[in-house]
Structure formats: structure tokens, C-alpha cells
């Protein structure tokens, strides 16, 4: 089961509303589901809460460290409360996916993200599940570092928003353990609406054959 829900992110308002900011975004989203408050804790160098959930202490961090130092915070935590990589959800932006959709996945390499990087040396390992939430790629590697810490547009910030609400409803089965019924429920995305037939003006409501 998931013990630790861990959002990265960078701290101070100048980086809230911004891509590499979206680990925060869906930890703020289930603090506010389940009536948490998160406070700052010196010892775990980030602001936490923890709630019992079927007889089971559960956490939620975010590390205030910076992202490059992410892992100072989810080691100390991890290590004072005795919590195996295994029980670690990591949340964190993912150049690879497109805004809207999120992946589920436990294991492998960081792939160049500095805050994964620091928590793979903090933990000694790579073998925790990271929930990965879309935000595009700039199509251009050099771009990469503005592109992470600049605001998504309008609708890109909508489509994440929408994942973050769609992949909260996998956070029962990630604290139960099971990890193919959250699979399911993140993996699928939510369909686009469509979108209502055009009506000429006068018409009484007659959908327009143009």
C-alpha cells in the first residue's frame, strides 16, 4: 500500500503556477479531499499532514527543499517512519505525456528529472511509484528549463487540472494496495465533450444543416 504521497514542486509564489509546480497541484487537490491541512515540518524539510486511513498512518509531503534537493526531504521522512520505497508515491510533471493525460508507473530510471534524480540517491534506489501528470514537451531540448518553469496556457492548465481531478479518484486503491485498479482509473482518459450542434439564429432551436 502507499504510505507517502509526495508532490514536486518548487516553493514561493513565483514558481506556484508553473508546470514543474504540478506535483503540488494534485497533493494540495487531496489534502483539500480529505480535509488536510499541510504544515511545515522542519525535520522532514517540507510541509506535511498525515491522516489514518484503516488503521494505517498515511502521509502527504511537499518538499520545500527545492526540486534538486527533493530527496533530502522524502528520505527523512521515509527513514524516521520506517516507510519501504515500495509504500512511496511520487507526483510529478512528465515532459512526455501530453496535458490531460497521466501515467501510472513503478520503478525505472529518472530520466533526467532532477527532483527523481535526488530521490533515487536519497532512497538508494528507483523502486517507488511515481504517478506521472502530462505537461507537454516544447518540441525543442533547449527549451526544456523555460518550458518547466513558465505558467501553461489556459487549456493546457485546464487539461491538467482535469487529470488531477480524474487520477484523485485512484487515491482509495493506491492506499489499499491495489495498484491495478488505480492503474485503470488513471490510465483512462476522460473523452472530449461534445460539442452541441449549431443553431441559426430565429430558428427555434432547429440544428443547423450547414
Do not use: C
Not at 517540507?46 to 518538499?63: D, F, K, M, Y
Amino acid at each position: 500500500m502507499i504510505k507517502l504521497f509526495v508532490g514536486l514542486g518548487n516553493p514561493g509564489p513565483e514558481y506556484e503556477a508553473t508546470r514543474h509546480n504540478a506535483g503540488f497541484w494534485w497533493i494540495d487537490a487531496l489534502a483539500r479531499d480529505w480535509k488536510l491541512n499541510l504544515v511545515p515540518e522542519r525535520s522532514y524539510h517540507g510541509l506535511a499532514a498525515r491522516t489514518n486511513i484503516a488503521g494505517q498512518s498515511v502521509w502527504l509531503l511537499e518538499p520545500q527543499t527545492f526540486m534538486n534537493l527533493s530527496g533530502k526531504s522524502v528520505g527523512a521522512l521515509a527513514r524516521f517512519f520506517k516507510i519501504a520505497p515500495e509504500e512511496i508515491l511520487v507526483v510529478h510533471d512528465e515532459l512526455d505525456v501530453v496535458p490531460g493525460q497521466a501515467k501510472l508507473k513503478f520503478g525505472g530510471s529518472h530520466a533526467g528529472h532532477n527532483g527523481l534524480r535526488d530521490i533515487h540517491a536519497q532512497l538508494g534506489t528507483g523502486d517507488y511509484w511515481r504517478l506521472r501528470l502530462g505537461i507537454g514537451h516544447p518540441g525543442v531540448k533547449s527549451e526544456v528549463i523555460n518550458w518547466v518553469l513558465k505558467k501553461p496556457l489556459k487549456e493546457q492548465r485546464e487539461a491538467i487540472e482535469d487529470a488531477i481531478v480524474r487520477t484523485l479518484h485512484a487515491a482509495p486503491a493506491l492506499v489499499a494496495g491495489e495498484m491495478e485498479k488505480a492503474t485503470l482509473i488513471i490510465h483512462t482518459s476522460k473523452p472530449p465533450r461534445p460539442k452541441p450542434p449549431r443553431r441559426e439564429p430565429g430558428d427555434g432551436g432547429t440544428p443547423a444543416t450547414a
